[in-house]
C-alpha cells in the first residue's frame, strides 16, 4: 500500500484504530487480562491531551488501551504514522532506514529507529515452511555482507562484515541466516531446518564442504566461473540476486547498519522478498503481525523508550 491510498483508507485517527481493532480482534474484543467478551467502550483524555479510546473489561474491571500488549505497546505516537511507517517498509524492496523514516514521519532519529526495530519484529517470520517442499530446485550459497567497504582478506575488513548462509527455491522463496563459520556443525541444522526432502536438487559452488551434508543424487556442483564464460543462466541467480538486493539495501537504506542486529534485517528482508508477488497483502500481513509480543527498547539498546 503506497502512502496516497493509505491517507485516502485512514483519513483520520479513529479509522487507523478501528481498522486495528478489527485486526487484532476479528471476532470482537476480549479482555486482554482475563480473555473475557463483554468488554465496554469508554473515551477518554490520553496522556498527550488528546481523546483516546480505552477498554473496560466486564469481568475483571482491567482498562486497556486497543494497543496494549502488542508490538505498538506504551506508543504515544498516532497509529497514522504507525501505518505509514509499516507501508514504507513493506514498500522499500531494498528496505529503508531510520533517517528516511525520521524525514518521512518527521520524528526524531531515536524514535524512527525504534519503529522499524518494533515493524522489522513484525515482519519476520518465526518458523520457516522447508524450501522445497513441492519439489523445487534448490541454491545454496554464502557471502559477506554488512559493514563498511574495505580490502578484501583483511582481518579489519571482516570485522564489521558477517558471514551470511543463503539458501533459496530457484525462483521462490529465500532464506538468509548469520553464521559464525562454516564448520559443518554450523551449517547442518540449518540446512536440516531448511531445505525439504522433496527438492528435486540442490546446487552448490564446486567447493566440496557440502559433499557429505547432502544426498548425492540431488547435489549439483556448479562453477559460476564457466558459466558466466559460457553465457550460461547462473546456477544461483536466485540466491546471488537475494544477495545483492540486500546488499544494496545495506549500502544505500541502512548504511551503519548494526551487526548485532543482523539477523533482525535479514529476517526483514526475506520476509519481504518471501512476499514479493504479494505486494497488496503485505501491509495487513505486517499489521496483523503487530499483535505480536511488546518489544522494549532496553532489549535492542538498553536505556528508556524514546516515545
Ligand atoms: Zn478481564
Known amino acids: 500500500m503506497n502512502?496516497?491510498?493509505?491517507?485516502?483508507?485512514?483519513?483520520?485517527?479513529?479509522?487507523?484504530?478501528?481498522?486495528?481493532i478489527a485486526t487484532r480482534w476479528p471476532d470482537g474484543v476480549r479482555c486482554v487480562g482475563c480473555d473475557h467478551d463483554t468488554v465496554?467502550?469508554?473515551?477518554?483524555?490520553?496522556?498527550?491531551?488528546?481523546?483516546?479510546?480505552?477498554?473496560?473489561?466486564?469481568?475483571?474491571?482491567?482498562?486497556f488501551s486497543p494497543t496494549a500488549g502488542t508490538l505498538f505497546h506504551d506508543s504515544h505516537l498516532p497509529l497514522q504514522k504507525w501505518f505509514a511507517a509499516?507501508?514504507?517498509?513493506?514498500?522499500?524492496?531494498k528496505g529503508i532506514s531510520a533517517n528516511q523514516m525520521k524525514r518521512h514521519l518527521g520524528v526524531t532519529y531515536k524514535t524512527a529507529w525504534f519503529m522499524c526495530h518494533r515493524i522489522r519484529k513484525a515482519m519476520s517470520d518465526e518458523s520457516i515452511e522447508p524450501l522445497g517442499s513441492e519439489g523445487q530446485v534448490i541454491e545454496i550459497d554464502e557471502s559477506f555482507v554488512g559493514g563498511k567497504v574495505s580490502?578484501?582478506?583483511?582481518?579489519?575488513?571482516?570485522?564489521?562484515?558477517?558471514?551470511v548462509l543463503g539458501i533459496a527455491e530457484r525462483g521462490g522463496r529465500v532464506h538468509l541466516k548469520k553464521i559464525k563459520n562454516l564448520k559443518l556443525e554450523t551449517i547442518t541444522p540449518i540446512l536440516e531446518a531448511s531445505i525439504s526432502e522433496n527438492a528435486s536438487q540442490i546446487h552448490t559452488?564446486?567447493?566440496?564442504r557440502y559433499v557429505n551434508l547432502l544426498p548425492k543424487e540431488k547435489h549439483v556442483r556448479g562453477n559460476h566461473e564457466r558459466e558466466i564464460k559460457a553465457g550460461d543462466s547462473l546456477s544461483n541467480q536466485t540466491i546471488e540476486g537475494a544477495f545483492s538486493l540486500f546488499k544494496r539495501g545495506?549500502?544505500?537504506?541502512?548504511?551503519?547498519?548494526?551487526?548485532?542486529?543482523?539477523?533482525?534485517y535479514l529476517g526483514e528482508f526475506?520476509?519481504?522478498?518471501?512476499?514479493?508477488r504479494e505486494q497488496l497483502e503485505?501491509?495487513?500481513?505486517?499489521?496483523?503481525?503487530?499483535?505480536?509480543?511488546?518489544?522494549?527498547?532496553?532489549?535492542?539498546?538498553?536505556?528508556?523508550?524514546?516515545?
Not at 465496554?40 to 482498562?63: A, D, M, N, W
Not at 559452488?205 to 566440496?208: A, E, I, N, P, Y
Not at 545495506?250 to 533482525?264: F, P, Q
Not at 526475506?270 to 514479493?276: A, G, I, L, S
Request: aromatic content about 10%; charged content about 30%.
Open 3 to 20: 502512502l496516497f491510498s493509505l491517507a485516502k483508507q485512514f483519513p483520520t485517527e479513529d479509522a487507523a484504530i478501528e481498522y486495528w
Open 40 to 63: 465496554y467502550r469508554i473515551k477518554t483524555v490520553g496522556k498527550t491531551g488528546k481523546p483516546s479510546l480505552i477498554f473496560e473489561c466486564g469481568k475483571c474491571q482491567l482498562h
Open 86 to 93: 509499516i507501508a514504507l517498509m513493506c514498500e522499500g524492496k
Open 151 to 163: 580490502r578484501a582478506g583483511l582481518p579489519e575488513a571482516n570485522r564489521r562484515k558477517v558471514k
Open 205 to 208: 559452488d564446486g567447493s566440496t
Open 250 to 264: 545495506v549500502v544505500g537504506s541502512y548504511h551503519k547498519l548494526g551487526v548485532e542486529h543482523m539477523d533482525a
Open 270 to 276: 526475506c520476509w519481504r522478498f518471501n512476499r514479493r
Open 282 to 307: 503485505m501491509f495487513d500481513a505486517a499489521l496483523s503481525n503487530m499483535t505480536r509480543e511488546p518489544l522494549p527498547y532496553a532489549k535492542l539498546k538498553g536505556g528508556d523508550d524514546p516515545f
